[in-house]
């Protein structure tokens, strides 16, 4: 298994909605520029909601194939994946990254 790389590339703030809805500030758990590494588990530090919105994305990569997953119909960097947070006011959008570097310890069930 592989680990890939999590970087914040970019941060959105829809004023319209956040005046509607009552959301005060931009996102306060990511800036961009923020580079995290993971595996199958949630980095340190990682806003939890937008680890559920993009760990799927992270499984895949670190287990696939480059070459195979997510490349061709939906983007056309090989072992690349760009995904965003949930939020639909201060939305963060990532850049996942497959590496060649293995893991340092893998998942086994009990």
Same mark, same amino acid.
């Given at each position: 298994?592989?680990?890939?790389?999590?970087? #914040?590339?970019?941060?959105?703030? +829809?004023?319209?909605?956040?005046?509607? &809805?009552? #959301?005060?500030?931009?996102?306060?758990?990511?800036?961009?520029?923020? #580079?995290? &590494?993971?595996?199958?588990?949630?980095?340190?530090?990682?806003?939890?909601?937008?680890?559920?919105?993009? &760990?799927?994305?992270?499984?895949?990569?670190?287990?696939? +194939?480059?070459?195979?997953?997510?490349?061709? +119909?939906?983007?056309?960097?090989?072992?690349?994946?760009?995904?965003?947070?949930?939020?639909?006011? %201060?939305?963060?959008?990532?850049?996942?990254? %497959?590496? +060649?570097?293995?893991?340092?310890?893998?998942?086994?069930?009990?």
């Amino acid at each position: 298994m592989k680990k890939c790389k999590i970087e #914040v590339i970019k941060t959105t703030f +829809d004023e319209e909605l956040a005046k509607e &809805y009552g #959301v005060t500030c931009a996102c306060p758990a990511h800036k961009v520029g923020e #580079v995290f &590494y993971a595996d199958f588990s949630k980095p340190e530090g990682f806003c939890d909601e937008a680890w559920k919105a993009i &760990y799927q994305y992270v499984f895949a990569l670190c287990h696939m +194939d480059k070459e195979t997953l997510l490349y061709g +119909d939906w983007i056309q960097t090989p072992g690349v994946s760009i995904n965003s947070c949930n939020d639909g006011i %201060r939305t963060v959008v990532f850049k996942i990254t %497959r590496l +060649d570097e293995e893991c340092d310890s893998l998942y086994t069930a009990q």
